[in-house]
Structures are given as structure tokens and as C-alpha cells.
């Protein structure tokens, strides 16, 4: 049958079509990226869309909420549990509107706030320049040591004595190393200042017990719904009952009007997906395979910022071998292999052309890919990296990339019997 889409509007279903196949057909290893199930994906496409839904479960300020406050309470629920937080904000529309809400709620217009650096692997939206949350508070910035690209804390809270901040952010964009969240509560405790931790890049590791959580060391824990979680793209505050209403007004109405249910929907069946031994298998083969792609690619002479990873993610510092982030991202994306290039600590090059590259393991582990598949990865990158103005050896390595997609196909279903699940 004809497709509602495909008969109304051939040209959008036809690009929705080859999105689909350059997906199905490239390794994605930009580490925010990940392919959601066909569960979550109907629920994001439901008749949710259609709904408005000002306000909370059980105090909306339109009618016909019956289902959607069970949705929505549903996915509280679920999250609460999963997390163990007190209370569990899921409307944000973004990791970035949450954040702000987080900051707004215990913060005022002009206080200090203090986050990672950008260029040392925090996120825009940690206080950094160009950024509206450096317009609205006072943003100040830690760093990593550049030689370690480790956390030097005695600094960290060197500066937080210095600056008195309201907020002390933790959480990264570009850090591949476990995160010491309970050092950083303390040095948040000591300059009475709140604690706010974004764990949007590692959420799905957290809750499989895999990485530290931050929700009993951090006044309030914000994250992104997609990424490792494995959800639609969305944001969600996680905080302590104390900061419940301060936390829910800064979302609604401080940012936000109505909230989007068929996210929201889809969010809850994420949930229970990451509610399961099949999602901690997975979140353990996700670090697995970070950890062996890092160690292959070490081999071959790519320098590896801070000599390794601990999550999901690895930063690759290319000044060894003399090659823009940018160049050999552009090579790597005519290979069919999707990295994105990314500013290194220290890094005198300018943004939009860096001398790094990151990458990340959630996507292709989500295929079924493991360890094996990680060497092949790492031969496919350093052909790359050493050929970059070869167009014939780049399409060589995209038809040998194009043949291990077609041995793991992007799968259909994630939650199926343990027996037959690729990885236990």
C-alpha cells in the first residue's frame, strides 16, 4: 500500500527514504547519535502529536488530559525508578532548555555560575560565550589539565573559592573519562553553591550502573532523552523533592508553553526499554567497544586525549599526524563512516576548524557490532587518515564499510528473548 506521506508529499517521503539508507548504509560514530526502536519511534509518531497539554498531570489548563496524564505520569514513574531520583521533570524540549531551566530555578538574572569550558569538552549551554546562558548569569570556567585531560580538582576548587558561584555545573560534551561526581557535590558544598549535573552524553550508561550517577551527590541532574539512553530527542531534570516546584515552574511557564506529549509518550516506552537486562547488556558493549576501537586506534599512531576512554566517547588529538579535524572528517564521511570534527583542549585552531575528531560507540552497538568489528573500524579509519586525497582508496574502504552495514542490519526490535540477544 501507498503510504499516506508518499502520496501526499512524494518529495519529503523520498528524502525521508534516502535518510533512512545513508543511515542503514554508514557507520555513525558522532557519540550523541543513536538509532531508536520501532517502538519508540510509533510513539513519537502517534496521534500525541495532536495534543495540548499546558501545565502537569492533573492540573492542565485545557481539557481532554485524561490520557495524557497518565502518559506523562507513566514516564515520571518510570524515570524516578530507573534513576532514583526524587523527582523527575520529562517536558523539557531540549538537554539545552533544561539546563537553563535547571540554572533559573535556583538562580538569578547575574549570578555566577560555573561550568566546563567549551573547548575543554563542556557544552554551550555550561555558561559558555556564545551562549544565552552566559548573558543571563555570570559565567565562569573550569578546565581539564591539557597534559592529563584529567580534572585537576585542586583548581576546580580554587576557583570556586574564588568566585563564590550559585551553581557549579558538571557534565561534558567531549570527556571520554568517568566523571567523579561526588567530589564535585563536596566542593559545591564547601562554596555553598548548588550542584547541577548534565549527564546527557552518559544517562544510558549511568543507569545501567556502568558510570557513577550524580543524582546523590547533585542538587539537580539534567539530561538529554536520545543519545546513550536510547530515546527520542528531548530533555528531562532530575532533582531533589526540596527543589520539586522550583524546578517545574522554571520549565513551565518559565520556558516553555505546552510540553510535547508524543515525545513524552515515546520517552515512557524508552524508559522501559532501559528498565531491562537486554539495555544493560548493551550499555556494557557500548564501553567495551569504545575501549577496544581507542586501543586499536592507539596502535596505529593516532594520540588518544587523555591516552584512553572510560564511557562512550573518544577524542582523538590529530596534531601528531598533521591533519585538520575537519579534513579527515569530510574524508571519513565520503567512506560512509560519520565522526564529526571537534576542538582538543589547548587547541590553537579555531573552532570550525580543530584539530580533533570525536567519535562513539552507541550507534553501531545498537546494530549488534563488538569487538571484532571495532579492529576492522580502526584499519578503515587510518586507510582513511593516510590517503585523504585518494578518492579511490576513500570509495574502496566506503564499499568495504557499505558491506559490514549489510551484515548488521539496523535492527527492528531491541527488546527480544535473552537467548537470542547479541549481547549476552
Known amino acids: 500500500m501507498i503510504s499516506a506521506l508518499e502520496q501526499y508529499d512524494p518529495q519529503v517521503y523520498e528524502l525521508l527514504q534516502q535518510e533512512a539508507a545513508r543511515q542503514s548504509g554508514c557507520i555513525r560514530l558522532i557519540p550523541s547519535e543513536n538509532y531508536v526502536s520501532k517502538a519508540v519511534m510509533a510513539a513519537t509518531g502517534s496521534c500525541m502529536t495532536n495534543k495540548y497539554a499546558e501545565g502537569y498531570p492533573g492540573k492542565r489548563y485545557y481539557e481532554g488530559q485524561q490520557i495524557t496524564d497518565l502518559i506523562e505520569s507513566i514516564a515520571i514513574e518510570r524515570a524516578k525508578k530507573l534513576f532514583g531520583a526524587d523527582h523527575v521533570n520529562v517536558q523539557s524540549h531540549s538537554g539545552a532548555v533544561a539546563n537553563m531551566a535547571g540554572y533559573s530555578a535556583v538562580a538569578a538574572v547575574g549570578d555566577t555560575i560555573m561550568g566546563l569550558s567549551l573547548p575543554h569538552g563542556g557544552h554551550l549551554s555550561h ?6 546562558t552566559s548573558k543571563v548569569f555570570n559565567s565562569v570556567s573550569y578546565e581539564v589539565d591539557p597534559e592529563t585531560g584529567l580534572f585537576d580538582f585542586n583548581k576546580i576548587e580554587e576557583l570556586a573559592k574564588k568566585h563564590r558561584p550559585k551553581i557549579i555545573i558538571t557534565g561534558a560534551s567531549a570527556y571520554p573519562r568517568k566523571i567523579d561526581f561526588k567530589t564535585f ?16 552524553h552518559i544517562s544510558g550508561l549511568v543507569v545501567a550502573g556502568i558510570h557513577q550517577s550524580p543524582v546523590p551527590y547533585a542538587d539537580i541532574v539534567s539530561t538529554t532523552t536520545h543519545k546513550t539512553l536510547r530515546g527520542p530527542r528531548g530533555g528531562m531534570l532530575l532533582c531533589k523533592e526540596e527543589l520539586a516546584k522550583a524546578v517545574d515552574k522554571a520549565v513551565f511557564p ?21 528498565d531491562s537486562p537486554e539495555f544493560v547488556a548493551y550499555a556494557k558493549q557500548v564501553v567495551r567497544n569504545a575501549k577496544v576501537l581507542a586501543d586499536c586506534l592507539m596502535e596505529k599512531g593516532f594520540k588518544l586525549f ?11 588529538d590529530l596534531r601528531n599526524k598533521e591533519i585538520p579535524g575537519k579534513k579527515l572528517s569530510k574524508a571519513l564521511d565520503r567512506a560512509r563512516i560519520v565522526t564529526n570534527y571537534n576542538t582538543i583542549p589547548g587547541d590553537p585552531a579555531k573552532p570550525f576548524n580543530p584539530n580533533g575528531l570525536r567519535l562513539g560507540t552507541p550507534a553501531i552497538t ?8 571495532m579492529k576492522l573500524l580502526a584499519d578503515f579509519i ?4 593516510e590517503n585523504l ?24 526490535h531491541f527488546i527480544i528473548p535473552p537467548k537470542k540477544f547479541p549481547f549476552i
Not at 587523555?306 to 582523538?316: K, Y
Not at 546494530?367 to 568489528?373: F, L, S, T, V
Open 127 to 132: 555558561g559558555w560565550n556564545v551562549s544565552l
Open 366 to 373: 545498537t546494530r549488534g557490532m563488538k569487538e571484532e568489528q
Open 382 to 385: 587510518s586507510t582513511v587518515a
Open 254 to 274: 518559565g520556558l516553555q508553553g505546552g510540553p510535547h506529549m508524543h515525545t513524552i509518550s515515546a520517552l515512557a516506552v524508552a524508559l522501559k526499554e532501559a
Open 185 to 200: 557535590g563536596q566542593i559545591a558544598k564547601s562554596v555553598d553553591a548548588y550542584h547541577l549535573s548534565d549527564i546527557a
Open 306 to 316: 587523555s591516552g584512553g576512554t572510560d564511557n562512550h566517547l573518544i577524542l582523538i
Open 389 to 412: 586525497d585518494n578518492e579511490n582508496t576513500i570509495a574502496q574502504v566506503g564499499e568495504k564499510v557499505l558491506l559490514l552495514c549489510s551484515e548488521f542490519p539496523v535492527p527492528e
